[in-house]
């Protein structure tokens, strides 16, 4: 079946450093990206949407410049937390969108954890 | 108003019993998807089960089955057979519009299910 690939896993990384994340679907193309954080014992949160091509739309109260998403191709897409800081410390997972036949599927990467200290 | 509502935090079944996760939605979009996704500790999102607004059969794989009562708007889903695998946090999720949109997915708060031995 589908499968996302997210990668790294986890990262820890120092105060004030960038870190990037890379989002693939295997075996479909994605027409839309998602972005999503997680806290512990929380429900995900919705941070920014992705379409080939365009540039990414935003939640409210997410920072643009602080979250870069960059979706190439279709099958990849980006996330860069610039300038880390403890509190961006979080559960990070990508999801990725496609039909296949009739049914419609959105699956997820595994996530990444990511500690800032 | 909460777009996903799951009013069970936490749930216990014993082995080899059903389970029904409760979940109800709340849209006015005629075309919409609901969702249910299986998070286990290992915090990786598994899609289990789709349903679109216009699907005139409950949807079912394997031992999931999603029991859609339009008119009450509720999306539960039944875990036939309880596995001590099945112990994870269970979300319930919406995609309004038509089935090829953009749109992102709006989750519910989350499920804690436990299958006792």
């Known amino acids: 079946g589908a499968v996302v690939s997210q990668h790294p896993s986890w990262v820890i990384c120092k105060s004030g450093t960038s870190v990037k994340i890379e989002c693939r679907s295997l075996?479909?193309?994605?027409?839309?990206m998602f972005w999503y954080r997680q806290f512990p014992k929380q429900s995900l949160m919705l941070m920014a949407t992705?379409?080939?091509?365009?540039?990414?739309?935003?939640e409210q109260g997410v920072e643009k410049d602080k979250f870069l998403i960059n979706h190439a191709s279709l099958t990849l897409s980006t996330l860069t937390v610039t300038s880390a800081h403890p509190e961006d410390s979080s559960f990070y997972i990508c999801?990725?969108?496609?039909?296949?036949?009739?049914?419609?599927?959105?699956?997820f990467g595994p996530g990444t954890r990511l500690l800032v200290l | 108003a909460q777009k996903i509502t799951q009013t069970q935090p936490g749930m216990f079944v014993q082995e080899k019993e059903a389970v029904t996760l409760d979940c109800t939605y709340d849209?006015?979009?005629?075309?919409?998807?609901l969702f249910w996704y299986k998070q286990p500790s290992s915090g990786e999102m598994i899609f289990l089960i789709y349903?679109?607004?216009?699907?005139?059969q409950n949807a079912t794989e394997g031992r999931y089955s999603l029991n859609f009562q339009k008119a009450r708007k509720s999306a539960n889903l039944v875990i036939s057979a309880s596995q001590l695998g099945d112990s994870a946090m269970y979300f319930c999720?919406?995609?309004?519009?038509?089935?090829?949109?953009?749109?992102?997915?709006?989750f519910g708060s989350g499920t804690q299910l436990t299958v006792l031995p």
């Open positions: 999801s990725a969108r496609g039909l296949a036949g009739y049914q419609e599927t959105q699956y």
């Open positions: 075996d479909f193309q994605a027409t839309t």
């Open positions: 992705s379409n080939e091509g365009s540039k990414a739309t935003y």
């Open positions: 849209t006015s979009d005629p075309s919409y998807g």
């Open positions: 349903q679109g607004s216009y699907d005139q």
């Open positions: 999720a919406m995609r309004e519009g038509w089935r090829g949109s953009a749109r992102q997915l709006t």
